[in-house]
C-alpha cells in the first residue's frame, strides 16, 4: 500500500527546483520558510512569486532584520491554502502521519543536525532550528522525503532517529516543535487571480514600508559589528549571515531584481505599482533602474550612501 502524500509522485532525486532557486541566481536562498514556500507553491503547480510583495515591509530592527516570512493571511488571498498552527501533544511523528492522510502538509521546526543537505554547515556538526515540510513520511522504513531551503531531499536511518528523537529517554524534555499544517484547495488559483490579488497586497505592503532606508540604518552600526564578528568563532558567522545579510539581501537586491532579474525579490506584479509610484521621465528612456528612494518626493526613504570599498583603497 502507498504511503499518503500531499504531492504524488515527487522524488527527491529528479526534483527540480523553482527558478528562483536555479544556481545563477545571485542569492538563491535567504530563509528557509519563504524558501521552502517557494518549493511547495512550485510544487503545487503554482507561482510562488505573487507572494513576495510582503518582503516591502522589511525593515532593520537593530540588531537584525524584520524576521523573512510570508503572512499567512497572503497565502489564503493568493492560493487559498490555510496554514495554521498544530498542536503537539503526541509523537511528533504520529500527528504528520494523521495529517498525510488527510492530504495536509505539515510545517515542523526540526534540528538541522540531523539533516544531510545542510551538509557543510549544520550537518553533524551544530544544532540548529530550521523548518522543513513532509512531503511523505514512512515510520516503519525510518525516511521522510521533505522540502527544505532550495530543494526536495529524502532523510532516513540514524538522521531519522535522531530527527524524530527516537531514542529520548524518560528523562529527557518532550520534543514539542512548533508545527503549522496547510490544507490546499481543490485547485490551483488562475494566473488572472494571483495577479490580480498580488498587486493588491504589494500596494498594502507599500503603504506599510519603513520610515527609513533599513540598508542605510545597518549600514551605520555594521563596521562595528564586524569588530566584533572577527573575535567570535568562524561558526558564528553562519548566524550571523542568517539574521543580517541574507534578509538584507533581499532589499539591496530589488535593482537587480528587476534590472537583471537575479533575486526577483520585487515580484513580477508589482511593476505596474511601481510605474504609478515613481513615474518615468517623459525626458528620456532608460532601460537603468531607478531607486525607488531617488526623486520621488512621496518616499520616506532618504538616499542610500554606501559605496562598496576595493582592497587598498579607503
Not at 3 to 9: C, N, S
Not at 283 to 288: A, F, H, I
Not at 295 to 302: N, T, V
Request: hydrophobic share 35%.
Amino acid at each position: 500500500m502507498a504511503l499518503p502524500t500531499v504531492f504524488a509522485g515527487l522524488d527527491p532525486a529528479s526534483y527540480k527546483p523553482h527558478a528562483l532557486h536555479q544556481a545563477e541566481r545571485m542569492w538563491p536562498e535567504t530563509n528557509c520558510y519563504v524558501d521552502l514556500w517557494i518549493e511547495t507553491l512550485h510544487a503545487f503547480g503554482s507561482e510562488p512569486e505573487a507572494m513576495l510583495g510582503f518582503s516591502l515591509t522589511q525593515d532593520f530592527e537593530g540588531d537584525q532584520f524584520t524576521f523573512f516570512k510570508v503572512p499567512l493571511e497572503d497565502l489564503e488571498a493568493l492560493y487559498g491554502i490555510r496554514c495554521t498552527e498544530l498542536a503537539i501533544y503526541d509523537r511528533v511523528e504520529a500527528h504528520v502521519e494523521e495529517q498525510l492522510k488527510r492530504g495536509r502538509l505539515c510545517l515542523v521546526e526540526m534540528d538541522s543536525f540531523y539533516m544531510p543537505d545542510t551538509h557543510g554547515v549544520g550537518y553533524q556538526h551544530e544544532h540548529g532550528k530550521t523548518t522543513v515540510a513532509i512531503n511523505r513520511l514512512d515510520v516503519a522504513s525510518r525516511s521522510i522525503d521533505y522540502f527544505h531551503n532550495a530543494g526536495f531531499f529524502r532523510l532516513e536511518g540514524d538522521d531519522f532517529d535522531g530527527l524524530f528523537h527516537m531514542n529520548d529517554g524518560p528523562e529527557d524534555l518532550p520534543f514539542l516543535p512548533y508545527t503549522e499544517f496547510a490544507k490546499f484547495p481543490a485547485q490551483r488559483p488562475a494566473h488572472d487571480h494571483l495577479h490580480s490579488y498580488a498587486e493588491r497586497l504589494a500596494r498594502q505592503h507599500f503603504a506599510r514600508r519603513p520610515a527609513d532606508n533599513p540598508v542605510a540604518a545597518f549600514a551605520r552600526i555594521f563596521p562595528g559589528q564586524v569588530e566584533k564578528l572577527a573575535e567570535r568563532p568562524f561558526d558564528f558567522f553562519h548566524k550571523y549571515r542568517s539574521t543580517r545579510c541574507a534578509s538584507s539581501a533581499r532589499i539591496s537586491t530589488w535593482p537587480q531584481a528587476i534590472s537583471t532579474g537575479c533575486v526577483p525579490t520585487v515580484l513580477w506584479a508589482m511593476r505596474p505599482v511601481m510605474r504609478g509610484v515613481f513615474p518615468k521621465s517623459p525626458r528620456r528612456r532608460s532601460s537603468r533602474w531607478r531607486a525607488p528612494w531617488r526623486g520621488a518626493g512621496s518616499s520616506p526613504w532618504p538616499p542610500l550612501s554606501i559605496r562598496p570599498s576595493r582592497p587598498g583603497t579607503p
